[in-house]
T-cell receptor, first 115, second 113 residues
Framework: DVKVTQSSRYLVKRTGEKVFLECVQD?????MFWYRQDPGLGLRLIYF???????EKGDIPEGYSVSREKKERFSLILESASTNQTSMYLC??????????????FGQGTRLTVV | AQKITQTQPGMFVQEKEAVTLDCTYD???????LFWYKQPSSGEMIFLIY??????QNATEGRYSLNFQKARKSANLVISASQLGDSAMYFC??????????FGSGTQLTVLP
């Protein structure tokens, strides 16, 4: 079974803190994604990566950065956390081998609260 | 750029009846894939069904089928014989050649006994 693991289920951080959200997948997938999920807005793509050290901005990259130093690990960084970044964060990965029809596999999510 | 529009924030259906969840998409890619995911209250994302833009037939997976109308850019999910366990949030998504996977705002389905 494909496993995508996010380092924390719940996090509480203070405004201005630097926050790291870690995601690890164990299926050698090329593509990895970070989304945030908010009620009424669905899943919005923050960043994605299709290879080590490669990254692409999604729809809402402002206030975030990412790092992919190893194929299995994709980190989301909040340089200076703000209260409007309180949200559920979902990591996903997918294989590129099968082309367009390969589904993405998701982690369990990290609920981040910034106070 | 890609976009998914799900216009039904909430839907109700009686147990054992069929229900259609709407999804329209926009993409400039000539080749793309469409996905539906289910998110129960537990929060996990469960892949349901896939439709390729060049697939001639509508996709089916058990009680799930995808009503794909390419000219209308529509990819509606049909759930037949609804069960109480189908109560969940449902998301439509599109993927093009740039590998970006874009989701809609979701539809909260409630199945009534």
């Amino acid at each position: 079974d494909v496993k995508v693991t996010q380092s924390s289920r719940y996090l509480v951080k203070r405004t201005g803190e630097k926050v790291f959200l870690e995601c690890v997948q164990d299926m050698d997938h090329e593509n990895m994604f970070w989304y945030r999920q908010d009620p009424g807005l669905g899943l919005r793509l923050i960043y994605f990566s299709y290879d080590v050290k490669m990254k692409e901005k999604g729809d809402i990259p402002e206030g975030y950065s990412v790092s992919r130093e190893k194929k299995e690990r994709f980190s989301l960084i909040l340089e200076s956390a703000s209260t409007n970044q309180t949200s559920m964060y979902l990591c996903a990965s997918s294989s590129e081998t099968g082309g367009l029809n390969t589904e993405a596999f998701f982690g369990q999510g990290t609920r981040l609260t910034v106070v | 750029a890609q976009k998914i529009t799900q216009t039904q924030p909430g839907m109700f259906v009686q147990e054992k009846e069929a229900v259609t969840l709407d999804c329209t998409y926009d993409t400039s890619d000539p080749s793309y894939g469409l996905f539906w995911y289910k998110q129960p209250s537990s929060g996990e994302m469960i892949f349901l069904i896939y439709q390729g833009s060049y697939d001639q037939q509508n996709a089916t997976e058990g009680r799930y089928s995808l009503n794909f109308q390419k000219a209308r850019k529509s990819a509606n999910l049909v759930i037949s014989a609804s069960q109480l366990g189908d109560s969940a949030m449902y998301f439509c998504a599109v993927r093009g050649s740039a590998r970006q996977l874009t989701f809609g705002s979701g539809t909260q389905l409630t199945v009534l006994p």
